[in-house]
């Protein structure tokens, strides 16, 4: 260098000296990735700058003699440029620092190689390094530095600004610079927190669309871009003091960041649709948060269908902008088709996860007083959910109780059920099967919905959602829920008292349950129905859930009810499941069961329209499960529990059968069979009862005995001449009868009978039962005992004479009796009748003339001797009663006369004299008492050889 310029330039060589010597030794640092080193080559840097800056303020303005000092300067300045476009590829910190020193020594390098009036092609290149510089300064956090920088960038943006360009040459390049500038400046200025230079700078940005056009593509996406992040910094700002302040600020800069990028064509920019996504939601949060609803909800309108033509399902970011969207619409309370699109948008571009159902429903729930709209977001989810490929079963069972928990809100009840039905329908077609646990969850809550309906009376609301719990959608989870919501569908609709849709749905009910005959019998009674109702008891008895109390409830409704047709059944019922039992409360429990069973079957038999036969039958049948219980209750020595039952059933057995005989027709054998059961059941009294029996009990006992057998054998006197006689029955009622005889004389033989009227009666009885037994005995050919019944009337007394009568009929109208035994029989009867003398005289001509005949029949010298015997006692009773009301018949007298002198003429004819003169003394006699006797009688004297005679007409 020589000595003029050593001499000239003191100051500014000594500078260019140092700053090469720092870069000297700078420069093998770059290349030194230890970060030991890394600060002190940028404090060299700085130094290197601070230096560069020194030698631009201190060179002269007219002096020449520095180019070469700067033409060097400005090579150092490129190269150290340069090298930081590579350090610049360092993500940390300290990179970042680096190349901020680095490009700040760059720039001041090149800022101090400048000549005086630089050109505009130099201007913009300085403009743009200084912009970059003072961004990259800013950036790292040397605002200080940057500020600096960025002010000597303001001289040249001013000068470039003066600068003429008469053709335009530079026109792009000028305005590409001069708006970096201002870009930098206003993010500069935004890092220190000075929003006023800020938006001041952003403002000069925008006001000259003429520049802006100018600048390229890729420039006003990065313009944009800036613009974008210092909105989103003034809104996040705004959220976290949540005051709104920042609202209308954020929406400034965020306009000025769309109207920049919506100027560019999608097809030059390829990160241009998502930067007009990001910009316009984060207007729209913007917007939102500063209350302008309406322009968010434009800007979301504007939004949604660019970012659902990226086909992006599922982007968290996207997502966000359609709950903005529903919560714009909310905030300006919009309409239901409105809030619906929106939701649907949603639900379009979701994944059906749990989390996701979660947001959904929870939001759904700030809207639970918009009923149709809530239903219809449901449904179009669960719709969704239902057509999607992966199905989560904990999503459809959470949609669907969220229905059902929202419907049971909705005063619109219809509308409700309605709701509901297509949900359940609409997921059994797509072929969901809901497992059993949420199944089990839907219809607790359809229960617990119901019941409260219930409970509250609205009954018809009730049965509707227990009809809903009906659904074939449960019946897989569920198979028993069915039947269950039928019966108390059914009974809401009993309480409304529409008993014809009560029977219609549970009869929709397919399970053998005894509940669900239970409510049959419920609708039944409502109904009026009696055999419906006695069927469905004797059905949920047979159920194997069948429990007692069912019936014990029955009772009391057929009670209330006044239908005594089902009473008597569900009383049935209720007795037959004590039967099974075997001990002495179960007897006392049944005793009282038959009493009123036996009660409500008296009270039927006297309506207009009782099936009396039936009743009668079951009467009985109940009587005689009495009969059977009073035997168990003896065995178990229980029978002091039952003793008061026992004693009102013997009477109430008695006196039906009393009251059968005057009133029921054809129905011997029942009452028989009535008395029969009172005679046991006295029995049993009697033999139980600790004391004395009253005298009245062993005549009703014997009374009831008599009664049963004698209503035995008019029964069988009916058959027999209806049809053939049923031997066996003969033999039986016989066994009876002879039983029936033995009994009362038992009783006479202990001395129980005192009262001579009830004796007399009591023999009455003992002489009625041998007529029955001998007419029994003579039907079935039984002779020999037949005889000795007749050797007992013989010796039985005076009261015998009836009896007599009787035996005497039967024997001599029985074709197939001996003659033997008809002979001995009249006789004996005929003697003891003479014995008594209590016997008409009619009744002895005829039985004498019977017994004369077969005698006679017979021609046997012993039979005529005492034929002769019977005449002449006939004579004498002629005689005795030969006139007035009990005279001997005419009749007979002429027969005795006919036969007394024909056999007297035989016995002539046979030289039997003595004999012959008895039958002709015989007929003298009797001539005297028949018409015409005497001429008879002068006949017989005169003539005795003259004629023979068989009628008195030929006498």
């Excluded at 194997?544 to 019936?551: G, S």
């Excluded at 009625?768 to 039985?796: C, G, M, P, Y």
């Amino acid at each position: 260098m020589s000595a003029r310029k050593k001499k000239n330039l003191p100051g500014l060589q000594q500078i260019f000296d140092s700053i090469k010597d720092l870069i000297i030794t700078a420069k093998p640092q770059l290349d030194n990735p230890d970060p030991v080193v890394r600060p002190s080559l940028i404090e060299k840097l700085r130094r290197v700058a601070s230096l560069a800056e020194s030698f631009t303020e201190q060179r002269p303005k007219s002096n020449k003699s520095w180019l070469q000092l700067s033409d060097e300067l400005d090579q150092e300045g490129v190269n150290l440029w340069n090298i930081s476009g590579l350090v610049q590829k360092t993500p940390h910190d300290e990179g970042r620092k680096l190349v901020g020193a680095l490009r700040l020594a760059a720039f001041r390098l090149i800022e101090a190689g400048l000549e005086l009036k630089p050109g505009i092609e130099t201007l913009v290149h300085v403009l743009q390094l200084a912009s970059k510089t003072g961004a990259t300064l800013s950036e790292a956090g040397n605002g200080d530095v940057a500020g600096s920088v960025l002010a000597s960038a303001a001289r040249f943006e001013e000068l470039l600004r003066n600068a003429e360009d008469p053709e335009g040459t530079h026109r792009v390049d000028r305005a590409c610079a001069t708006i970096v500038y201002f870009s930098s400046r206003m993010e500069a200025a935004w890092k220190e927190g000075n929003h006023s230079v800020a938006a001041f700078m952003s403002q000069k940005i925008t006001d000259d669309e003429q520049r802006l056009s100018l600048l390229p593509p890729h420039d006003r996406e990065r313009l944009a871009c800036k613009l974008h992040d210092i909105g989103k910094s003034v809104l996040k700002a705004q959220a976290g003091t949540g005051t709104g302040s920042e609202g209308p600020e954020a929406v400034t800069w965020l306009q000025k960041a769309f109207a920049i990028a919506d100027q560019l064509d999608d097809a030059t920019a390829l990160g241009m649709p998502e930067l007009k996504i990001a910009i316009l939601r984060t207007m729209a949060r913007a917007y939102f948060i500063s209350g302008s609803y309406d322009r968010a909800e434009a800007a979301l309108d504007e939004l949604i269908p660019t970012i659902d033509a990226f086909n992006e399902n599922g982007r968290s970011q996207y997502q966000e902008l359609r709950w903005l969207r529903l919560a714009v619409l909310k905030r300006r309370k919009a309409g239901d088709s409105a809030l619906l699109d929106a939701f649907k948008s949603i639900i379009d571009h979701m994944t059906f996860s749990e989390s996701n159902i979660t947001d959904i429903l929870q939001d759904l729930r700030t809207l639970s007083n918009q009923h149709v709209l809530v239903t219809d977001v449901n449904q179009y989810c669960l719709q969704q959910l239902l057509a999607s490929k992966d199905i989560e079963s904990d999503c459809v069972s959470r949609l669907i109780l969220s229905l059902i928990v929202h419907c049971s809100k909705d005063e619109d009840h219809a509308r409700a059920i309605a709701a509901i039905d297509s949900v359940f329908t609409a997921t059994l077609e797509a072929e969901y099967n809901l497992p059993n646990l949420p199944a089990t969850a839907c219809l607790t809550l359809i229960w617990q919905y119901g019941d409260r309906h219930f409970n509250a009376k609205r009954w018809s609301d009730a049965a509707d959602w227990f009809l809903a719990g009906s659904h074939q959608l449960f019946r897989a989870g569920s198979p028993t829920s069915d039947a269950k919501c039928f019966r108390k569908a059914a009974l809401c609709y009993i309480e409304q008292h529409e008993y014809a849709r009560a029977s219609a749905v549970i009869r929709r009910c397919a399970s053998n349950e005894a509940a669900t005959h239970y409510v049959l019998f419920l609708t039944a009674v409502h109904q009026g129905l009696d055999d419906e109702a006695i069927r469905a008891i004797r059905d949920m008895v047979k159920a194997a859930d069948f429990d007692r109390k069912m019936l014990l409830l029955a009772t009391q409704i057929s009670h209330e009810s006044e239908m005594k047709t089902v009473l008597l059944s569900v009383l049935e019922a209720l007795l037959r499941t004590l039967k099974i039992e075997n001990s002495g409360e179960t007897v006392v429990e049944a005793m009282t069961l038959i009493r009123c069973i036996i009660r409500l079957v008296l009270k039927l038999l006297v309506e207009p329209a009782a099936n009396k036969p039936v009743l009668i039958e079951t009467l009985i049948s109940h009587f005689r499960t009495a009969k059977i219980l009073a035997k168990a209750a003896c065995a178990q020595k229980a029978i002091a529990l039952i003793i008061k039952d026992l004693s009102w059933l013997w009477r109430t057995a008695y006196n039906c059968a009393v009251q059968g005989c005057a009133e029921w027709e054809r129905s011997e054998e029942r009452i028989s069979q009535l008395f029969e059961v009172a005679r046991d059941l006295l029995t049993t009294c009697c033999e139980a009862s600790p004391v004395e029996v009253d005298v009245d009990l062993y005549l009703h006992l014997i009374n009831a005995s008599f009664s049963g057998v004698s209503g035995r054998v008019f029964a069988g006197r009916l058959t027999a001449t209806a049809a053939t006689v049923d031997v066996d029955r003969l033999r039986e009622n016989a066994l009876e009868v002879k039983a029936c005889k033995h009994k009362i004389l038992s009783i006479m033989e202990k001395n129980k009978i005192t009262h001579a009227d009830d004796i007399l009666r009591v023999e009455y009885f003992l002489h009625v039962l041998r007529v029955f037994e001998t007419e029994l005995l003579a039907q079935l050919k039984e002779w020999d005992q037949l005889s000795q019944i007749i050797t007992d009337v013989v010796t039985s007394g005076p009261l015998g004479v009836g009896t007599y009568e009787a035996i005497a009929d039967i024997l001599w109208a029985e074709p197939d009796c001996p003659i033997n035994v008809l002979l001995t029989g009249l006789e004996a009867i005929l003697r003891a009748s003479l014995d008594q003398n209590s016997l008409s005289v009619e009744k002895f001509s005829r039985w004498l003339r019977g017994i004369c005949t077969i005698i006679l029949a017979r021609n046997t010298p012993l039979d005529r001797q005492k034929a002769i015997g019977y005449v002449e006692q006939a004579v004498s009773v002629i005689e005795t009663n030969s006139e007035g009301d009990d005279a001997y018949p005419v009749e007979e007298r002429n027969w005795l006369l006919g036969t007394a002198y024909n056999t007297g003429f035989e016995c002539l004819e046979a030289s039997m004299l003595d004999e012959a003169k008895r039958w002709f003394e015989s007929a003298t006699v009797i001539c005297k008492f028949v018409p015409g006797g005497k001429e008879r009688a002068s006949k017989v004297r005169v003539d005795p050889h003259s004629c023979s005679y068989s009628s008195s007409q030929d006498l």
